[in-house]
């Protein structure tokens, strides 16, 4: 009888490190990416930040409002799931081609791997 519990604990265990490592890569739909990899968007607060590798700095999009130039960079990596639509509140975004395109309705922004717009 001692050991069901002496085999059950390493496969708790297991599955335990397995739930943490497929949570650790979870994003909760807040981030993606362009199928390069080229360019992603993150929400950070109220906003949702994009980004391109060819840019210095970043663009913010609220649901209400223009964009504005931040400083800081979304974080991305292969892992992080492509963007084919998405939608949170007044904002939303596509994939057209291999740029993100999203816009809360009265401002729009189109991310690629070169750079970034706005559209007014």
Do not use: E, K, Q, Y
């Not at 599955?15 to 909760?28: F, N, P």
């Not at 504005?68 to 939303?92: E, K, Y």
């Amino acid at each position: 009888m001692r050991r069901l519990p002496v085999l059950l604990l390493p496969v708790l265990a297991v599955a335990l490190g397995a739930a943490l490592i497929a949570h650790a890569g979870s994003d909760g739909g807040t981030a993606f990416r362009s199928p390069d990899a080229g360019a992603a968007c993150r929400v950070v607060g109220p906003a949702l930040v994009c980004s391109s590798l060819g840019s210095r700095g970043s663009v913010a999009l609220r649901g209400a409002g223009g964009a504005r130039i931040v400083s800081g960079l979304p974080w991305w990596d292969a892992s992080t799931r492509v963007v084919h639509r998405w939608h949170r509140g007044a904002l939303s975004c596509r994939l057209a081609g291999s740029a993100i395109v999203c816009s809360n309705g009265r401002t729009a922004i189109r991310v690629t791997a070169d750079g970034f717009t706005v559209h007014v």
